[in-house]
């Protein structure tokens, strides 16, 4: 659910793009050609980090972190100053993987060998089903209010995201931590605790 919300955020958000370009920093839409790189260099180093810092932290700290920065990110977009929407780009491709590859860490980490290319599939489908709704109503509020409307809610959505997991952190157990207590409550050690 997490996930969605951030995936719908940046839908909203990347729809006001060449508005932002043209009625924000009042640019050609060709400037498009600089911050989408400087996001997808940002998308490239969170994959590289992701590993270490997965290792470092749980899933749902990884992604509310990840989603705080591409929310930062898309606000920085809601100004008129070019260096802060290209920080702002930046900001989004070092945030918006986070949520993304914590979910499917943990659909593989939680779901059992036999239903995991079902159980993956169907997420897929769920994580990346409201950008097919969130896109064409980007595009619709695009076409009647100005675009820093949008990023800004697309902004408070993401926020309400890293609220979720917030809230969520400590009230959903993951299957390993109720195997180790199964495991416990029978009277053996859990893995985790042999080690």
Request: proline fraction near 6%; aromatic fraction near 4%.
């Given at each position: 659910?997490?996930?969605?919300?951030?995936?719908?955020?940046?839908?909203?958000?990347?729809?006001?793009?060449?508005?932002?370009?043209?009625?924000?920093?009042?640019?050609?839409?060709?400037?498009?050609?600089?911050?989408?790189?400087?996001?997808?260099?940002?998308?490239?180093?969170?994959?590289?980090?992701?590993?270490?810092?997965?290792?470092?932290?749980?899933?749902?700290?990884?992604?509310?972190?990840?989603?705080?920065?591409?929310?930062?990110?898309?606000?920085?977009?809601?100004?008129?100053?070019?260096?802060?929407?290209?920080?702002?780009?930046?900001?989004?491709?070092?945030?918006?993987?986070?949520?993304?590859?914590?979910?499917?860490t943990a659909v593989q980490r939680e779901t059992p060998n036999a239903?995991?290319?079902?159980?993956?599939?169907?997420?897929?489908?769920?994580?990346?089903?409201?950008?097919?709704?969130?896109?064409?109503?980007?595009?619709?509020?695009?076409?009647?209010?100005?675009?820093?409307?949008?990023?800004?809610?697309a902004g408070v959505v993401a926020?309400?995201?890293?609220?979720?997991?917030?809230?969520?952190?400590?009230?959903?157990?993951?299957?390993?931590?109720?195997?180790?207590?199964?495991?416990?409550?029978?009277?053996?050690?859990?893995?985790?605790?042999?080690?």
């Open positions: 659910m997490v996930t969605n919300l951030a995936l719908a955020a940046a839908s909203l958000s990347s729809s006001a793009t060449f508005a932002m370009l043209d009625l924000g920093l009042h640019r050609a839409p060709t400037l498009v050609g600089v911050p989408t790189p400087v996001q997808g260099i940002g998308s490239v180093v969170s994959g590289l980090a992701a590993g270490a810092l997965l290792c470092r932290s749980c899933d749902r700290t990884f992604a509310a972190c990840g989603i705080a920065l591409f929310a930062l990110g898309v606000l920085a977009r809601a100004t008129p100053w070019f260096p802060v929407v290209l920080g702002g780009s930046l900001a989004i491709g070092l945030g918006l993987p986070c949520p993304l590859i914590a979910a499917f239903l995991l290319g079902r159980v993956a599939a169907t997420a897929s489908t769920l994580i990346f089903a409201p950008n097919a709704l969130a896109l064409p109503l980007g595009s619709a509020i695009v076409a009647k209010l100005d675009y820093r409307v949008q990023t800004v809610a926020f309400a995201a890293v609220a979720v997991v917030l809230l969520m952190a400590d009230r959903t157990p993951t299957r390993s931590r109720r195997i180790a207590d199964a495991d416990i409550a029978a009277g053996g050690q859990s893995a985790s605790s042999k080690s």
